[in-house]
């Protein structure tokens, strides 16, 4: 079955790094968008960044030139390399992909970004 487990997540400073690993298991990863979602407390889900399969990537207006997603077709892995976080980028985040139209999402990863 589709699995999608999330990892990286942490406590940061303002303006600090952090990577975030999502692992992709039971489709063949390489042949589909895969994408990042946060969700804030008291806030909805929210689009972050996507991959496509065949190479484009997308960004929310709120982390371009910030954040950049990239993944790894043989190791069944997308990246996102968090940079100059903010305190509004608080949230979890999750993994997303959709399967015939069906959205699947793996458990979520905290980021905390406070001093």
């Known amino acids: 079955q589709v699995q999608l487990v999330e990892s990286g997540g942490g406590l940061v400073q303002p303006g600090g790094s952090l990577r975030l690993s999502c692992a992709a298991s039971?489709?063949?990863?390489?042949?589909?968008?895969m994408s990042w979602f946060r969700q804030a407390p008291g806030k909805e889900r929210e689009f972050v960044a996507a991959?496509?399969?065949?190479?484009?990537?997308h960004y929310a207006d709120s982390v371009k030139g910030r954040f950049t997603i990239s993944r790894d077709n043989f190791k069944n892995t997308v990246y996102l390399q968090m940079n100059g976080l903010k305190p509004e980028d608080t949230a979890v985040y999750y993994c997303?992909?959709?399967?015939?139209?069906?959205?699947?999402w793996g458990q979520g990863t905290q980021v905390t970004v406070s001093s």
């Open positions: 039971g489709f063949t990863f390489s042949s589909y968008a």
């Open positions: 997303n992909t959709q399967l015939k139209g069906r959205d699947y």
């Open positions: 991959f496509t399969w065949s190479g484009d990537t």
